[in-house]
Each structure stands twice: as structure tokens, then as C-alpha cells.
């Protein structure tokens, strides 16, 4: 038989992961939605060879539905071949007229529910629209004419490679068929499918982004980049260390380790003018010859009588893989506590998102707390995953109670996958901006592992002008919500920006550390319709510049033929630093700025215990990283620098951190 | 649970209702079925899908299963009608001829390596074949089946089996010698 060219029919490609898991949860939802029918009737079904339908009193007798449902296959092969391997990308749709919010997959009434993968790539934008607008209709909705499908035409993702195939599945899509098919949403994968193939280990999805190189101060003496008050890195960091192992480059950012820390800068006075800056220039540890510049801006904290009412909708995704205790129960605990945070006259109203999407709780005043702790105790995972449809749900309502007055944000709690129902990523965040540009603000909670979608979440967030935090432990999640609750809750300002103006006559090169996911052109720093991170009260944010003083051992060899010996103004200023803002009802920004200047104590020993921190944080996630400018410095030093800046550490953060450091050193990549 | 708990246990479990049992049962035999899915389908895509088409029929019905079979055989059962409905549907749909269809199978899936590196020549010519030749030639070379249980799924005869791989050998040679 070894001889035998059709012995090689044996072989075959393996599968993918991604596929594998979306099948297999695609699997539990069939059998949990199941559950009840089979029990009603469990006289069926062994008439094989025909492959086993499941049949239930609502299914008998209807030849038409019959037929849909041999349709099946075929229209879930053809659209699914659109279908790039999401962990949970579903289409489910009910023959059921029910209604869009009501429409979920435990069983209802036993209307038997299909599942199929689908989800077309480029659908055409009006398609988005219609989806949104049939949203907002109330109530249960009628079944849809055959015409209006929701499968999109022209769409499939491997249309340009194969003609053949793309008219296969334009003549599916013109059957009868898709009138069954019409009422539910059509999950979206969001990932690109390389990306997918390329992760092998875990699934956990981040944007690669270069390090920010050495820049030349006579080539480039401007810096600009958006404030970035996430922190989701350092948590997501954090767990896979305590798990052993080294988290991906990509999933490091810089600045999301330093700003992870809460740090006791100097205050400003008034919310008038929000931020204070305070500037230190210290000799790089990792580097003698070099400096670092460390810019931290302390936001204005409100205090409880200056903060706005909260219209907050809970975002909650209930799919299947939200099951384990790291997920929807920590989601769940972590709503708790920030109901118990919010003030009485504050409104919170509840979504879920899997299979479908429905209306947990509507908006409903924290006086009367009890209703709304036993809706959040009520939540169960099961189903698969229908993120757009959520989102659209969590609008409605949230503009259904819009105050002006109000902070109305969104909080979106998922483990990742966030399949884009509203076609792709771009529509989805473009719906975002939309949104906030009305005055509902998206937040995100991210909880889980295997399959987190850091880069969308993020950009979710930043779109959405809110933070996207990554939940581990309910001590993270009590972080969050509760010790920074009006921070994540509560703007002070809005699009805020950095710009750093360098001296040529004193920093011949310089780095920006981190925020390479928040670099912003020269010119936006003034156009206030570029968007920009936001900060809530409280907020602080710290960048730290590397500069090499001219006249030092520079990493880049002088241009011979560049301009020599102009001496411009402010000679002995190493830069100028400005920050744009804009205040959260305003539209027009404001400017703060202040010379940079070294004092002639650069030891950094003698720098606070705030600088010093910041800068090990800034190390660690460098080394993280694998960037190259640190030289022989190690965790070691990491460790002695944060053990000696420990401080007041009152939750412990600092302490974790030192943890976290230790472990990396014996962690496996 | 017992990793390693045999399929018939945890097949009476799931059809009982237990989750976690119908979980790793499902988990356990999703590679078998891409495979199968893959071999009839030709590309990743459609292999996908049936595979989770599969997997949603074996859900909706292991409450069911009255062990007339073996669970894998069960299995098998439903993941092979699911993939032929694949074909004969996508067929149905757009009437090409089985050498171009699977030109345009092929072709589709060149787009990811794994299905080019696999979908050689003799990949192609093998779903080329009349459908019932090709089955026999999948489920006894690919799925490494008796002609027994080949027959028992195709609902033939054994003998019946033995002659369409006869005409299928013949067909594949003739058919490979011609190419250049």
C-alpha cells in the first residue's frame, strides 16, 4: 500500500484553530439550545443514512421550512466561505418573528434555531444602514419580505480569487432561502485572516508597531503624539507573566505600563485649568551619557458634588467562551462594585450580547440598586457571539436616556472577539465616532485570554473617547471601577495632546518611549478636528523622552553637509513643551505650555520616588519588548530601581510590579 | 473527567445532557471531521464549514443517539452527508463541469498554502471523478475505511465499492498518464 499513489488521500491540512474553536462553540450553542426541545421529544432522529435534523413538533409538517433547512449547507457553505476564521463568528436566525431584542438562543418557545457561519467582509454600507435602522425599530419586528435579505449581495471574501465560487454564492443568496434567513444579525469576524495564521500559541490579537527610533533633533525637533491613559498592556502583561511566560512584543506599549500606576504629582487648582505639568530631567540609568525627559501632567480631580449625573449602559457579552470564572463572573462581580460606587440619581441599564442581543435591564436609577444587582446576578454565558448588534442595542438605549447634562457612556465588557456585525472594523468604529460626536462615549472592560482582541478594543476605546482596561483579577477590576471610577467615568478634557519642541543647540537626538500607538502629526497638534486621548478626572499622564545632550556620544552620526552654528532663541532651554485640551463641552482647545530646562541635579537618585518608578516601568516594558536601546541593563536593575521607589504603594501595585519583574526573568518566551 | 474516557461514555452522557461530556466529545472528533470536510471540499473555506456544519448536527442530535452504531461511525455518518450536501448544493447552484469545478475549487483555495501544497494533481482528478467513485476513493484511501463500511455509508454494496474503485483506478491512471 506505501506504494500506492492514492495512499496519500490519507493526508490532509490541518485545521485551523480559529475555525476549530468557532465550530466547537457553534457546537455548545446548538446543544444548549437543544436542551429543551429534545426533551419535549425524544423520539426522533436514528432514521440515518439521512443526516440527523432535529425534528420538533414546530418543525413537523412544515415542508417549506423543511426545505429551508436542507437548504442549509449549501447557504452556510457559500456565505461562510466569506467567513475568515473568527473564534465565534454566527449567523443565527430564527423563523421565529420574534422580536430583535428578544431573540436569543435559550429556546424560546421552541422555535428551532439555526446556526450557520457567515459573515460577508465588504458588505456594501447601505446594508449597514439598513441593519441600524431596523434596529431601531421596537418591538417585535415583522418577518422580512423576501427581497430585503441582510445577506448583501456582492460580498465574498474570496471573490477576487475565485469567480467561480463568488457566483456560487451570489445564487444562493437570490433562493427563497434567505427569507428565512433574514431576521437575525450576521456576526463579523474581524480579523484578518494572516493574522490569524500567524498566531499560533494564543490567539490574543495585537497591532505590531515599531519602536520609536532615535530622531535627530536637527532633523526633526517636533514631537507629537495624543495623551494615552490606557493600561490594558500592563494588565495583560501581568498575566501572562504570573502564567509563566513572556508576554507577545506586540502586546507591550510603554506608556500603558507607566501610566498603569497611580502617581502622587503635584495638583492643579481648578478645573478651569485642568492639567499641571511637572518636568524633571534625569541621567538615563540605562545610559549615563543621556538624559531623560520626564514629562508627567497631574489632571484636575473633581470632586463628588462637581460630578455629572452617569447614564451607563452595561455592554455585556454573554457568549459561550465567556464561561470561566476570569471572565463573566469577574465581569459581573466588577459591575457590582461600580454600582456601589455610583450615586442615587445616577441610571445604569444592562445589554446582553451573544447569540443575540436583548435588553437585561432598562435603565434603571441606582436607588433602586436591588433591581439592578439581580439583573447583573442574572447574567448567564451561553451562545455565541453577536457584537453589533449589542452595540446597536447599547446605543439605542442610551440615547433613549440621553442627558445633556450627563456623562452617557457605554461600557463594553467582552474577552475579545467582538464580531463587527455593522460589516467591518471601519464601519464599526466610524459608528463609534458617530456616537460620540452625539455625546455617548464607549468604554471597554477586557477580560480573558485565547482570544482578546487588544488592537480593536483599543481602538474601540479610542474612537469612542473612553479607556480600554484589561481585567484580570477583581483587584484590577476594583482598580478600575472603583478606586478610578470618576476617572474612567468623568472627562476633563478631552483630545488631549502633546507636543515637544527640541533644542538643536542642546538635545542633538531624542526617543520617545511607548505611545507609538498614539503618534500624531506635526500639523494635527493644532487642528482641533484630529481626535486625541481623553482624560478623565483624576487622570495623569507621563511621557518620558531619552535625549542625548549635543555634544555627547551620539547614536547617529552627524549629516556632514547639515546646518551648522545658528543659535536660535532660548539658548540654554532643552525644549518647549505644550499640551492642547479641550475642555468636555468645548470645541475649540486650549493651549498650556512651559520650557523644558535641566537643573543641574540630574542624579537619579535624588529624582522622586514618582520619576523613579515611572522610569523602572518604563525600563521593564522595554525589555519586554526587546528594544535595543538599554544597553546591559537588566531586570535586576529594574528590580533595585522600583524597590527603591516603592513609596506608599498603599493597594500594593508597586510591590506586583517588583513580583512581576522577578518572574520575567525566569519566564519562558 | 477522565481525559480519556471512551467516546461511547461520554456519547451516553452527552446525550443525556451533560455538557461538559458533549464538550469534549466534540472537541475530540472536530480534527476527523475537517479532515473528511477537507477532503471533499478541496479548500479550507468549505472545509470549515462543513466541519462546523457537522459539528452543529452532532450537537442538535446526540440526544438522539441510540448507539446502533459507534459514536465515530455516527459521526462519520453525518459529517459525509454534510459534506456531499455541500457539493451537490454548490452544484445545483452553478452547473460546471466536475473537471472545471474543481479547477475553480482549486483555484479558490491557491490562496492559502496549505490548500495549494495539498491540492495537487491528483487531489484535482480525484473529485473529478463521478461522485460515486470519488466517495469510495475517499472514504477507503482518505478515511482509511473498509469497503464494508464504505458501503454501509454509501448505501451500496460491498461488491459495489470494489467496482468503483476499480473504474476510479482506471479513470485516475488513464487520466495521469495523459497529463503532461
Known amino acids: 500500500m506505501t506504494t500506492d499513489p492514492l495512499a496519500k488521500l490519507a493526508a490532509t491540512p490541518p485545521p485551523r484553530e480559529a475555525a476549530r474553536r468557532a465550530a466547537l462553540d457553534a457546537a455548545m450553542a446548538a446543544f444548549d439550545a437543544a436542551e429543551t426541545v429534545g426533551e419535549k421529544n425524544p423520539a426522533a432522529t436514528q432514521d440515518l443514512p439521512a443526516p440527523p435534523r432535529p425534528r420538533n413538533a414546530i418543525n413537523e409538517g412544515r415542508p417549506l421550512m423543511r426545505s429551508a433547512f436542507h437548504m442549509n449547507p449549501a447557504l452556510a457553505a457559500s456565505l461562510a466561505a466569506l467567513m475568515i476564521g473568527a473564534p465565534a463568528g454566527y449567523m443565527i436566525y430564527s423563523r421565529h418573528p420574534a422580536s430583535p431584542m428578544t431573540n436569543t438562543l435559550t429556546a424560546d418557545g421552541g422555535a428551532d434555531v439555526l446556526i450557520g457561519r457567515a459573515a460577508p467582509q465588504n458588505a456594501p454600507s447601505d446594508f449597514v444602514k439598513k441593519v441600524e435602522t431596523d434596529t431601531l425599530l421596537p418591538g417585535p419586528a415583522p418577518v422580512a419580505p423576501p427581497a430585503q435579505s441582510y445577506m448583501p449581495a456582492p460580498m465574498p471574501r474570496r471573490e477576487l480569487q475565485a469567480a467561480g465560487k463568488a457566483r456560487t454564492v451570489g445564487a444562493v443568496v437570490q433562493r427563497p432561502v434567505a427569507e428565512v ?90 478645573a478651569d485649568a485642568p492639567f499641571r505639568p511637572t518636568i524633571t530631567v534625569t541621567a538615563a540609568p540605562w545610559n549615563p551619557d543621556n538624559r531623560l525627559v520626564h514629562i508627567a501632567v497631574q489632571g484636575y480631580a473633581l470632586q463628588a458634588a462637581q460630578r455629572p449625573r452617569a447614564n451607563l449602559v452595561f455592554l455585556v457579552d454573554v457568549s459561550g467562551s465567556m464561561m470561566p470564572d476570569d471572565r463573566l463572573p469577574l465581569v459581573k462581580n466588577a459591575l457590582r462594585m461600580l454600582v456601589g460606587e455610583l450615586k442615587p440619581d445616577d441610571t445604569v441599564g444592562i445589554v446582553t450580547y451573544a447569540s443575540g442581543s436583548g435588553v437585561a435591564l432598562e435603565p434603571t436609577k441606582i436607588a433602586d440598586k436591588g433591581a439592578i444587582l439581580a439583573a447583573i446576578d442574572s447574567l448567564g454565558a451561553g451562545g455565541s457571539t453577536a457584537g453589533a448588534q449589542g452595540i446597536l442595542d447599547a446605543y439605542r438605549l442610551a440615547e433613549a436616556h440621553f442627558d445633556k447634562q450627563a456623562v452617557n457612556r457605554i461600557i463594553l465588557s467582552t474577552d475579545g472577539d467582538f ?48 479607556v480600554a482596561a484589561y481585567v484580570d483579577t477583581l483587584n484590577e477590576a476594583r482598580k478600575v471601577l472603583v478606586e478610578e471610577a470618576s476617572s474612567t467615568l468623568f472627562p476633563i478634557a478631552k483630545d488631549v495632546k502633546i507636543q515637544v519642541e527640541w533644542n538643536p543647540a542642546q538635545v542633538a537626538e531624542y526617543r520617545l518611549i511607548g505611545y507609538e500607538t498614539r503618534d500624531l502629526r506635526r500639523e494635527d497638534f493644532n487642528n482641533d478636528k484630529v481626535d486625541a486621548g481623553d482624560m478623565g478626572s483624576g487622570h495623569r499622564v507621563t511621557a518620558i523622552y531619552e535625549i542625548t545632550p549635543a555634544g555627547g556620544r551620539k547614536l547617529v552620526d552627524d549629516l556632514r553637509y547639515g546646518k551648522k552654528g545658528e543659535t536660535p532663541a532660548g539658548g540654554d532651554e532643552l525644549g518647549f ?25 540630574v542624579d537619579p537618585a535624588h529624582a522622586s520616588t ?60 | 473527567m477522565p481525559l480519556d474516557e471512551p467516546d461511547a461514555d461520554l456519547a451516553t452522557r452527552a446525550a443525556r445532557g451533560d455538557r461538559a461530556a458533549f464538550a469534549l466529545l466534540a472537541e475530540r472528533h472536530y480534527d476527523r471531521v475537517h479532515a473528511l470536510a477537507w477532503r471533499w471540499c478541496g479548500s ?137
Open chain 1, 419 to 466: 464580531n463587527v456585525g455593522v460589516t467591518d472594523q471601519r464601519e464599526l468604529l466610524g459608528m463609534i465616532e458617530r456616537k460620540r460626536e452625539s455625546g455617548v462615549y464607549l468604554s471597554i472592560l477586557g477580560v480573558g485570554q485565547d482570544n482578546y482582541n487588544d488592537a480593536l478594543m483599543q481602538k474601540l476605546a479610542q474612537n469612542g473617547n473612553g
Open chain 1, 610 to 669: 514618582e520619576t523613579r518608578f515611572s522610569i523602572a516601568a518604563a525600563a521593564f516594558a522595554q525589555l519586554l519588548k526587546g528594544a535595543p536601546y538599554l544597553g546591559s541593563y537588566g531586570y535586576d536593575d529594574v528590580i533595585a530601581l522600583a524597590q527603591g521607589a516603592k513609596g506608599d504603594d498603599p493597594f500594593g501595585y508597586r510591590a506586583e510590579f517588583v513580583n512581576l519583574a522577578r518572574l520575567a526573568k525566569s519566564a519562558r518566551p
Open chain 1, 577 to 601: 513643551f505644550k499640551l492642547r485640551y479641550k475642555l468636555p463641552h468645548e470645541q475649540k482647545s486650549r493651549l498650556i505650555s512651559q520650557p523644558i530646562r535641566a537643573g543641574s541635579d
Open chain 2, 44 to 180: 479550507r473555506a468549505a472545509a470549515e464549514d462543513v466541519a462546523q456544519e457537522t459539528m452543529v448536527k452532532l450537537a442538535r442530535a446526540i440526544r438522539d443517539f441510540r448507539f446502533e452504531s459507534a459514536f465515530s461511525t455516527w459521526l462519520h455518518r453525518i459529517a459525509y452527508t454534510t459534506a456531499i450536501d455541500h457539493l451537490r448544493a454548490a452544484r445545483k447552484l452553478v452547473q460546471f463541469a466536475p473537471a472545471q469545478e474543481a479547477a475553480l475549487e482549486a483555484e479558490a483555495a491557491g490562496a492559502n498554502p496549505e490548500d495549494a501544497v495539498m491540492n495537487d494533481d491528483l487531489w484535482r482528478r480525484v473529485r473529478a471523478l463521478p461522485d460515486q467513485q470519488r466517495d469510495a476513493v475517499l472514504l477507503v484511501y482518505g478515511e482509511d475505511m473498509s469497503h464494508a463500511e464504505a458501503a454501509a455509508l454509501m448505501g451500496c454494496t460491498e461488491k459495489t465499492v470494489s467496482w468503483h474503485l476499480h473504474e476510479a483506478r482506471k479513470r485516475l491512471r488513464l487520466s495521469l498518464e495523459v497529463a503532461p
Open chain 1, 181 to 270: 434567513v433574514s431576521r437575525e444579525r450576521l456576526a463579523h469576524p474581524v480579523l484578518d485572516e494572516d493574522q490569524a495564521l500567524a498566531r499560533k500559541e494564543h490567539r490574543d490579537k495585537f497591532e505590531a508597531h515599531v519602536t520609536n527610533p532615535v530622531r535627530q533633533t536637527a532633523q526633526e525637533p517636533v514631537s507629537t503624539f495624543s495623551a494615552d491613559v490606557d493600561t490594558a498592556s500592563y494588565s495583560f502583561a501581568r498575566r501572562m507573566l504570573n502564567a509563566g511566560q513572556l508576554p507577545p512584543k506586540d502586546a507591550v506599549r510603554a506608556e500603558e505600563f507607566i501610566n498603569y500606576f497611580p502617581y502622587d504629582y503635584p495638583k492643579p487648582d481648578s
